[in-house]
């Protein structure tokens, strides 16, 4: 079956999973020419095993609120593939969460850990809970409740999750707990954890400092820096934060942050003092409007960071949350790199704008993948029971995010007739990821 075939049975199978064949055409329309020169690919029909998950669990959460109620949430586990090692990727918990968004997810991060060059296969999972507005006993509860339920699917060599959207360092230790009391085992099942109690340094800058190192490689390739460049980063969290720092300490100017209820502008350009102010103003669920009144600047309700003049930009909140329109904005206003921070925050029209428009455009697989790479050097620590220094972790992190840029650089130039030293990171990423998994599927035969 070829992979336009393949694309068309996705597209009836899981027609009501947007999301999920969103992310499968992305792939699937940028891998032809490495599918072309490997025959045994088809006759394997590695790309139609690839796109069905091993399992998707699914399973009921009952837990108690504060008023002694019961609520009833779904839970998933979506174990896409493990030709590469135990699966591996993030729990997110957020109303939006469904099986077409952890499918698209799980799918991405495939590739991404086979990118890090690390023994980590794909999977992804979460819940629809929606963790805001509830109070501190509810997050535990509700963690606990959810752990009880995953820890029968998850064990160190088998499924390691970690966090995303919704679950940050305080709902792993929840769940770290939960698995500990049930299995009587002290292992690195969950990664992310506390420092001190098996979590790695620099787990919680990864994914954003991974992506600041991926964009100075970028930077590089074309004979520039991050000195002094405009930047607009979105969302406020994890990954957002830690960008808007790393682009900071290179002499960066971040002029935006933003959440679901707004963008926050500030012409000056954030600093140390702003950003820690900003990480306790989001670990204490206060608003980001806020700013204003310390620091000054403006707060756009209800807007997207996308309207003003930069040179890059960084989006770090969600799935598609730069559209078509948003990239005809920023082309206008002179934006000249993109480096997703999030996972799929283009839309598909959106990256063909700006990819027209020869933006360097590098997409979230490799360029977010700093996180799953420290998670994997976490899980490393776990099982040797000795830890690295934060220089170390550090350093190992700068060289991994070179080696994807590299690789990717050198897949573009091999496979894909760009001109005027545009570098096709996305078709490039797409193929070393998908080269890794394909083969170790063809040396396994039908298994996996
Ligand atoms: P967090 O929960 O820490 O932060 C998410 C941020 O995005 C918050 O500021 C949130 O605002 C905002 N946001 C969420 N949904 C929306 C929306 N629909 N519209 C506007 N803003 C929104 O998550 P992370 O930083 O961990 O993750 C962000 C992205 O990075 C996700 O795509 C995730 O999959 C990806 N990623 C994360 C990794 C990690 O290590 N954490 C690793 C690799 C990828 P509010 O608080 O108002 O909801």
């Known amino acids: 079956m070829s992979i336009s075939q393949a694309i068309e049975k996705v597209e009836a199978r899981y027609a009501h999973q947007p999301e999920f064949i969103q992310a499968v055409k992305e792939v699937a329309l940028t891998i032809a020419p490495l599918y072309d020169a490997h025959p045994e690919y088809e006759t394997l029909k590695v790309f139609e095993r690839l796109v069905e998950p091993d399992r998707v669990i699914c399973f009921r959460i009952n837990w108690e609120n504060d008023k002694g109620e019961i609520e009833v949430n779904r839970g998933w586990r979506v174990q896409f593939c493990n030709a590469l090692g135990p699966y591996k990727g993030g729990l997110r918990f957020h109303p939006t969460v469904n099986q077409s968004v952890l ?21 992804k999972g979460g819940s629809d809970f929606d963790p805001k507005g509830k ?14 339920e ?11 999750p970690a966090g995303d959207i919704g679950v940050g360092s305080r709902e792993v230790s929840y769940m770290y707990a939960m698995y500990k009391n049930l299995t009587r085992e002290s292992t690195g099942v969950i990664t992310g954890k506390g420092v001190g109690f098996g979590g790695s340094l620099m787990r919680t800058e990864a994914t954003g400092y991974g992506a600041v190192y991926f964009l100075e490689s970028m930077l590089a390739a074309q004979n520039e820096d991050i000195k002094g460049k405009k930047v607009l980063v979105s969302g406020a969290g994890n990954v957002s934060l830690h960008a808007a720092e790393k682009v900071c300490m290179l002499d960066g100017i971040v002029l935006t942050v933003s959440d679901s209820k707004g963008t926050l502008y500030d012409e000056k350009g954030l600093n140390q003092e702003k950003i820690d102010w ?66 799929m925050p283009l839309t598909a029209d959106a990256i063909d704008y700006i990819r027209l428009h020869h933006v360097h455009y590098a997409p979230g697989k490799a ?12 899980m490393s620590q776990n099982s040797v029971r000795q830890y690295k220094t934060h220089e170390q972790i550090d350093s190992r992190l700068k060289i991994i995010m070179k080696n994807i840029h590299d690789s990717a650089a050198e897949a573009s130039e091999e496979y894909c007739q760009t001109k005027d030293g545009y570098i096709d990171y996305m ?6 990821g998908f080269k890794r998994v394909a083969d170790a599927l063809v040396a396994y035969g039908i298994l996996n």
């Open 103 to 123: 499918k698209f997810l799980g799918f991405e991060q495939i590739f991404k850990n086979a990118l890090t060059g690390l023994p980590i296969g794909g999977g």
């Open 150 to 160: 995953l820890h029968h699917y998850v064990n160190k060599d088998i499924d390691v």
């Open 427 to 432: 078709s490039g990423a797409n193929m070393v």
């Open 135 to 148: 109070s501190e006993t509810e997050i535990r509860r509700f963690c606990y409740a959810f752990m009880r």
């Open 278 to 343: 900003l990480k306790k103003q989001k670990e204490q669920s206060k608003p980001l409007a806020e700013y204003v009144d310390v620091f000054g600047g403006e707060w756009l309700a209800g807007k997207k960071p996308w309207q003003f003049k930069a040179d890059i930009i960084i989006p770090s909140a969600t799935q598609n949350e730069v559209d078509e329109e948003d990239a005809k904005q920023l082309v206008e206003n002179g934006i000249r790199y993109v480096v997703e921070g999030a996972n």
């Open 367 to 378: 360029a977010n993948a700093g996180g799953v790479a420290v998670s994997a050097l976490e």
